[in-house]
């Protein structure tokens, strides 16, 4: 799932570069919109996939494997916040009410939850409260996956845990108060993987880098440990 700001502009041509970019990818992908998205835009380049509806808001479910996604768009035109309409929200009441005891993970542009990045939180998701209210009643949800803040952050949040991704390209600055600046930094790109482990373990996230400058050091091969592990090219401890 690629949660919010597939794109810098919304422009035609940017979707047209994303999709030369997922291409190469084996795994099924869904897209969301978020504040720097076209909705008109993404469903003209990205036509051929059918979970995306054809009008309206851009929210989806995808039914195929044992934990289900619920998909919601916070997106709003012109603004980099978002929301959660009374009308948004009722479609994600009747989803949940579908699969009460099947394990759900919901997917959403802007996180439910202030970050403690001033000028970020400004520009956060109206309806949040409403959101916790629909979750409280629904408890198989078990992520809240979310984009917009380019940093991995998680909290709990109306009884299940709500998450964000950091970002494929830059990194937010870690600045909490009294600091009331916005700044970016080239850490790694990263994205979450998270994995079902069954009812008995339950879903797992991590983060995963996405750099081939940090190798990995086999130490245990499976079978046992190495005793003399050879670093690989370009290791480098820290």
Request: aromatic fraction near 6%.
């Amino acid at each position: 799932m690629i949660t919010g700001d597939l794109v810098d502009r919304g422009e035609i041509g940017e979707y047209e570069r994303l999709r030369e970019l997922l291409a190469p990818l084996q795994m099924p992908v869904f897209l969301l919109p978020g504040n720097h998205d076209d909705r008109a835009n993404l469903r003209r380049v990205f036509a051929d996939h059918a979970y995306l509806p054809r009008d309206g808001f851009l929210q989806y479910t995808v039914d195929d494997w044992p934990v289900r996604l619920v998909v919601l768009d916070t997106h709003i035109p012109g603004a980099p916040g978002g929301r959660l309409c009374a009308e948004r929200l009722a479609w994600l009441e009747a989803r949940l009410a579908e699969e009460p005891q099947r394990p759900t993970v919901v997917a959403m542009h802007h996180p439910p939850f202030s970050s403690g990045l001033p000028l970020m939180d400004a520009l956060g998701l109206e309806g949040g409260d409403e959101l916790a209210a629909v979750l409280r009643r629904h408890s198989q949800v078990e992520r809240v996956v979310c984009g917009h803040l380019h940093r991995p952050i998680v909290r709990r949040f109306a009884g299940t845990v709500a998450c964000t991704c950091p970002s494929t390209t830059h990194q937010l600055a870690l600045d909490l108060p009294p600091a009331n600046r916005l700044a970016i930094v080239m850490e790694p790109p990263a994205c979450m993987l998270h994995l079902w482990l069954g009812s008995a373990g339950g879903l797992v996230t991590h983060v995963s880098l996405i750099a081939d400058e940090y190798p990995a050091l086999v130490v245990h091969d499976g079978q046992g440990w190495v005793r003399d592990p050879q670093p690989p090219p370009g290791f480098h401890p820290s």
